[in-house]
C-alpha cells in the first residue's frame, strides 16, 4: 500500500493488519495523499480516540452493518466531491448554502461569504436540493448543517441570522433535524 503509485481518495482500513498498524498506514498515507478520507473497520471500539489522531473520516464497528458501510462511503463521497446547483449560470456547492428566504418572485441563497439572488421560486429550488435541507416556514429553507441553535420556534443560523420555524412544521423540522445530527454526529 504504501508503495501504491495511483492517487488515493476513499480507503477502508482495518486497524489490526500484519507488520503495521492501521494507525501507522493512515500517518504514512495522509502525508503522502492530502485528500484522502481514511475509513477504519475495526472491533476496538476503545481505540476511537487513536483514530482522530490519524485524521479519521470514519470509524466503523464490527461486525459490520451494510448500511453503515454504504452511508459513510456516501458521505466521504459528498465530502470529497460535493453536490452543487447551477444558479444564474453560476455553480452553487449545496453545502456552502446556510439558508435560502423567498423574495417574492424569487429568492435569495445565503451563503457563507455572501448572497445570491434568483428569480427560480423558493419551491423550485427545494426540490432540486439534497436531504441536509428543510422548509421550516413558508419562505425559508434551512440547511441543517448551517444551524448552530435550535429553540422551540426558530433555528440561528452560524450564530446570528434567527431563522423562524412555522407552527405547523415544528415537529417535521424538529424530527428531521434530529435524524439529521443523529445520522452525521462525529464521534469525539
Known amino acids: 500500500m504504501l508503495n501504491y503509485k495511483e492517487a488515493i481518495d476513499i480507503l477502508f482500513l482495518d486497524v489490526e493488519m500484519p507488520k503495521i498498524s492501521g494507525f501507522d ?98 419551491k423550485d429550488i427545494g426540490n432540486v436540493l439534497n436531504n441536509s435541507f428543510f422548509q421550516c416556514h413558508k419562505s425559508y429553507i434551512v440547511n441543517f448543517s448551517a444551524i448552530t441553535k435550535f429553540c422551540y ?9 434567527r431563522i423562524p420555524i412555522s407552527v405547523r412544521r415544528r415537529k417535521d423540522t424538529k424530527s428531521m433535524y434530529f435524524s439529521y445530527l443523529k445520522d452525521n454526529a462525529k464521534i469525539l
Open 153 to 161: 420556534g426558530e433555528v440561528t443560523v452560524n450564530h446570528k441570522m
Open 25 to 122: 498506514l493512515a500517518r504514512e498515507l495522509n502525508s503522502k495523499y492530502k485528500n484522502i478520507r481514511i475509513l477504519f473497520i475495526t472491533g476496538h471500539k476503545e481505540r476511537i480516540h487513536e483514530a482522530f489522531k490519524v485524521k479519521a473520516f470514519r470509524y466503523i464497528h464490527k461486525p459490520l452493518n451494510v448500511n453503515d458501510i454504504y452511508t459513510s462511503l456516501d458521505e466521504a463521497i459528498e465530502d470529497l466531491w460535493p453536490e452543487y446547483i447551477i444558479i444564474n449560470n453560476e455553480k452553487i456547492y449545496m453545502n456552502e448554502i446556510q439558508y435560502i428566504e423567498s423574495m417574492g418572485e424569487g429568492c435569495a441563497l445565503h451563503l457563507k461569504n455572501t448572497t445570491v439572488i434568483s428569480r427560480a421560486s423558493l
